[in-house]
């Protein structure tokens, strides 16, 4: 559309700050951003960008026009696509967030089967811990953790998400298990930090044991680091259900504590209301949810799942090994 072009050249380099970003985004030359965002200040009659030879920023009233655009583009992006509806099959880019363990664990496995699905949709999916603006950054659909607290967005309940505290063989042999929360003080102890911000996880117990101090003898900001840590002995980790599940079942650890476990929350995904009736969102959202409900066992607890290994479980392995507890 001829007519919103300064307009878009202008949001995509305000959102990427550098014409040459929004140019490669937009498949056009640098000169071409700089000609239609040029175009577009001589017809406003004002600056919208401080320049120096290497950075742009908005000017006061470049910041103004910008949040108005940011609202027509997302409305002639609902009207394109509510009309699309009624014409074609779901097609088009969908842009799409999801925190790492979710997307490398859930998501990927079931690409190749959207794919074969839906061939005129194509993903372009971050895969990130940490929140972004979903409206200002222009995505379609995000999978974050509780519900969306922006009256812009909607969400559908995935599942809760569960924790099991866990150990190798080798190492619950030779130190003993813990009997309640506390006693992981005399453990060692491998956390999860945000990348985003640097914060440790906290390990998700009930009352009274919520708020315990633990010891940190080891900190990844990657949840499969803490799972390999784990594996190699190094001592005890809290990992999400649906990342530990094949080395529980392989043996190659061993589930503690199942009974003081609380959940960590809910599962959601969520997209902009001015996305409610595109295709392709509606058709990713209603294929997320159909696979998650198959999948049941990692959205429970470790004592609700099914096939509990017979034999060697808990008590027979280490239910003496206290006395050899680390110090």
């Known amino acids: ?9 202008f949001v995509y380099a305000v959102k990427h700050n550098s014409y040459a970003q929004a140019a490669r985004v937009l498949g056009l030359s ?5 000609k239609s965002i ?68 859930l998501l990927m496995p079931l690409i ?8 005129e949709i194509h993903l372009d999916i971050d895969f990130e811990d ?44 030779r130190y003993g298990a813990p009997q309640i929360p506390s006693e992981l003080s005399e453990h060692s102890c491998i956390h999860f930090k945000y990348p985003s911000n640097g914060k440790i996880a906290p390990w998700s117990f009930i009352p009274p044991y919520k708020n315990i101090t633990l010891p940190q003898n080891f ?5 499969y680091a803490g799972l390999y840590a784990a594996v190699n002995g190094l001592g ?3 990992l999400p259900i649906y990342v530990a599940h094949d080395a529980l079942e392989s043996r190659e650890l061993y589930p503690v504590l199942t009974e003081f476990m609380a959940p960590f929350g809910d599962l959601m995904i969520m997209w902009p209301t ?9 058709a990713f959202t209603d294929f997320l949810i159909n696979e998650m409900k198959q999948q049941k066992q990692a959205f429970k607890p470790y004592n609700e799942r099914q096939s509990p290994h017979p034999g060697r479980g808990d008590c027979q392995i280490y239910g003496e090994g206290n006395q050899h507890r680390k110090q």
């Open 1 to 9: 559309m001829k007519g919103f072009q300064g307009i878009t050249a």
């Open 30 to 34: 640098p000169s071409a951003i700089a």
């Open 38 to 105: 040029s175009k577009l200040e001589d017809e406003l009659g004002t600056r919208l960008f401080h320049r120096t030879t290497r950075s742009i920023s908005l000017t006061e009233n470049g910041f103004l026009f910008y949040e108005r655009c940011c609202l027509i583009l997302d409305e002639l992006y609902s009207a394109k696509e509510i009309i699309s509806s009624n014409m074609c099959t779901p097609r088009g880019t969908l842009q799409i967030t999801a925190p790492h363990i979710f997307g490398h664990k």
């Open 112 to 119: 190749s089967k959207f794919n074969l699905l839906y061939p």
């Open 130 to 173: 940490h929140v972004v603006d979903i409206i200002k950054e222009g995505i379609d659909i995000a999978i974050r953790s509780g519900n969306p607290v922006d009256s812009r967005l909607v969400s559908r309940y995935i599942g809760k998400q569960h924790f099991v505290v866990c150990g190798s063989y080798s190492y619950l042999d």
């Open 219 to 223: 900190i990844f900001n990657n949840t």
């Open 236 to 238: 005890l980790a809290h």
């Open 274 to 282: 001015n996305r409610q009736l595109s295709p392709k969102v509606r």
